[in-house]
């Protein structure tokens, strides 16, 4: 797995060679989809096509009859804006939706349900505060390139308030390439989150198939103590 891993150091360091791979991976992310069976990030994503949906449907209404005070949501790749906006309305008054992307093709009439919208790759996003749920559903941890996988999730539990919970979603191949996580990384993966302190991960693998290429989508739900 350390040979696959690219970190917070690394990437904090101007004009390194983690920055211009990351620049050359976001640039990818905004212009293909390489699931090839699974939503591009660019398109129309919405509640119903999330991997993680009844999850997370059952984690906001957990957080609504529970507490009266704001709830926090970060949108980790928005696409055009649809779930984003689904989310929000889902309890306007109560749920605040921050949204990022790195695609121009957030609507307007999405974007005027969302409260706060960014263009910015999560992996890198400054946050001004923390958030009760995080999700990333075909979004940023999806497309991007396999080295940048664990630190952008690893980036997403440090912005989780305690017992926030973080929703994601990554591909895994039956084949080792230079862009995806295999089988025996993703299992690597797993294993470093759940030797971490202060977090449970649970972790449910949907088989896929698409033009007789069969891979799997991991759905990881992380839970900070």
């Known amino acids: 797995m350390a040979k696959i891993r690219t970190t917070a150091k690394q990437l904090g ?17 905004r212009r293909k989809d390489f699931g090839g069976g699974s939503l591009p990030y660019n398109k129309s994503r919405h509640l119903h096509d999330a991997p993680f949906k009844d999850q997370l449907k ?25 779930m984003a906006a689904e989310i929000k309305a889902f309890q306007p008054d109560k749920i605040r939706v921050t949204a990022l992307t790195l695609s121009k093709t957030l609507s ?5 349900n969302i409260d ?11 946050h001004p505060v923390k958030y009760d749920l995080i999700y990333d559903s075909y979004g940023e941890d999806y497309y991007l390139g396999k080295s940048f996988v ?11 308030k305690k017992g926030g919970e973080l929703f994601t ?19 690597a993966l797993v294993s470093q989150l759940r030797r971490r302190k202060n977090i449970t991960v649970k972790v449910q693998k949907l088989q896929k198939r698409f ?13 900070k103590k």
Do not use: C, F
């Open 58 to 82: 059952r984690a906001l209404e957990r957080r609504v009859s529970a507490s009266r005070r704001q709830i926090n949501v970060l949108d980790k790749g928005a696409g055009t804006g649809a």
């Open 108 to 112: 307007e009439r999405n974007k005027e």
């Open 13 to 29: 360091k101007k004009h390194s060679e983690a920055r211009r791979r990351l620049a050359k991976s976001l640039k990818a992310v």
């Open 211 to 223: 033009e007789k290429i069969e891979y799997v989508d991991m759905v990881i739900h992380v839970v």
């Open 150 to 160: 664990m630190q952008s999730i690893l980036r997403s539990i440090s912005l989780l």
């Open 116 to 126: 706060v919208v960014r263009t910015v790759a999560g992996i890198r996003a400054k």
């Open 169 to 187: 979603v990554v591909p895994l191949i039956y084949t080792e390439t230079e862009h995806a996580l295999s089988s025996n990384e993703g299992k």
